[in-house]
């Protein structure tokens, strides 16, 4: 009781369990976190794909770190990234295989839960067919564990009803990307948020979802000697809607209609770049007679 009120009244400071230590990798950390190794890993919260170290003491992972050599994240974290050994402990993770019996789950050993999968598996392609079966993978996963998914649906299987979150979630982009510049990727890199003039975010909020671009922006002033003006196109009034220089929040669905405007204005006024589009597009003559048509 009395430890209590000492925390309570914030009289013990816990010294002992807060005070530093050294770590010959990444100098002083908290004592009673101090990893016994540190193994190096990539954040799987999200698609930027920090790199990060796990620290891990006793068999059990206590600490992360930024890969201070990583080409994109270099040695920084979100708080998602700094808090994912976390989850290993977490009073909500599912520790073991589960299986519905009599309506309820129940924790099953790890072969009972592969050979209840076999089983319902071969049932079900024996009685409908290899087609049957189908799967969805998580967008979490890495290249390595699409590879090897895939060839164990296709050839452990024997079906090709195999598709992804990062499908369904991204082809719109994907087929974007390939009809506007011909590729199925952007064609820039996160570095050039370090170097811009003007960075343009139209219906992303990077604060939140992807706060490593955030740091990458806020470097622009320390390189370029000057900080970018930052323009957020958005509905909705985001946290990365209060870093912005000018925030446009129009209307849901409207942001076709706001950049042809804008592609109006430009040509309008003889703004363009044509050297440029000559040398790098195709088509810019039947965009601009049907821009100057139907816009403003």
């Known amino acids: 009781m009395l430890d209590k009120i000492k925390d309570f009244l914030g009289v013990d400071i816990k010294e002992n369990k807060y005070k530093k230590a050294d770590d010959t990798t990444f100098g002083k950390i908290s004592n009673f976190k101090t990893p016994d190794e540190w193994v190096r890993s990539t954040c799987g919260y999200c698609g930027v794909g920090c790199g990060l170290y796990i620290g891990v003491k006793n068999g059990k992972p206590v600490y992360t770190k930024g890969d201070p050599a990583h080409p994109v994240s270099k040695g920084t974290l979100c ?3 700094l808090t994912e050994h976390e989850m290993v402990t977490s009073d909500n993770r599912v520790t073991t295989p589960m299986i519905r019996k009599n309506g309820t789950l129940q924790a099953v050993e790890w072969e009972e839960a592969f050979r209840h999968t076999s089983d319902k598996f071969k049932a079900i ?5 290899k ?3 189908a799967c969805i993978s998580t967008g979490q996963f890495l290249t390595e564990d699409f590879y090897t998914l895939g060839k164990f649906v296709q050839l452990g ?3 090709n009803n195999y598709d992804g979150n ?6 719109s982009a994907v087929m974007g990307y390939k009809q506007s510049l011909g ?13 811009a003039d003007v960075i343009l975010l139209i219906g992303a909020n990077i604060a939140d979802n992807h706060p490593i671009l955030k740091l990458h922006s806020a470097k622009n002033k320390k390189i370029t000697g ?7 196109i958005d509905p909705r009034h985001s946290k990365t809607a209060n870093m912005a220089d000018i925030f446009v929040p129009l209307a849901p669905r409207s942001d076709l209609a706001l950049i042809n405007g804008l592609c109006y204005i430009i040509m309008e006024q003889g703004w363009e770049d044509e050297r440029f589009i000559a040398e790098r597009t195709s088509g810019y003559k039947t965009f601009r007679k049907h821009i100057m048509q139907n816009y403003p």
């Not at 392609?125 to 067919?129: D, I, T």
């Not at 590729?183 to 170097?195: K, N, V």
Request: charged share 20%.
């Open 226 to 232: 000057k900080k970018p003006t930052i323009i957020v």
């Open 166 to 171: 990062t499908t369904l979630c991204m082809a």
């Open 183 to 195: 590729s199925d990727g952007p064609p820039a890199s996160y570095e050039d948020f370090s170097h």
């Open 131 to 133: 087609q049957a079966i």
């Open 125 to 129: 392609q024996a009685q409908y067919g």
């Open 157 to 159: 299987l024997e079906t």
């Open 79 to 81: 708080p998602k990234g």
